[in-house]
């Protein structure tokens, strides 16, 4: 049974930078696409990013790319999620979660495994 935490969430001025981590046990992530979700308060789940678990392919939602860098280090068994020039709109929970494949995990209805999210909030 695979399991995600996520961390490295916090508080950030505009402008700043955070790296997350989901690492994974349980498992190996070698198999599985792995992505990133976000929820703000009082808005439904969205896809930020997920990364192919075969060639590596990454894909971004239009508001986070040139931003944002997903990256993979299947030795440590933990996906990354780079995070620069933060906005005040990306404050959300953001969730780790893995699945077959980046078709089947980026709609978010077909993840395998959910981790439980780690706080993202960007205030001056």
């Known amino acids: 049974q695979l399991q995600l935490v996520e961390s490295g969430g916090g508080l950030v001025q505009p402008g700043g930078s955070l790296r997350l981590s989901c690492a994974a046990s349980g498992a190996t992530l070698d198999y599985y696409a792995v992505g990133w979700f976000r929820q703000a308060p009082g808005k439904e789940r969205e896809g930020v990013s997920c990364i192919s678990s075969s060639d590596g392919r990454s894909f971004y939602a239009d508001s986070v790319k040139g931003r944002f860098t997903i990256s993979r280090d299947n030795a440590k068994n933990t996906v990354y999620l780079e995070m620069n020039s933060l906005k005040p709109e990306d404050t959300a929970v953001y969730y780790c979660?893995?699945?077959?494949?980046?078709?089947?995990?980026?709609?978010?209805?077909?993840?395998?495994?959910w981790g439980k999210g780690t706080l993202v909030t960007v205030s001056s």
């Open positions: 979660a893995a699945g077959s494949s980046t078709a089947a995990i980026s709609s978010g209805t077909r993840v395998a495994y």
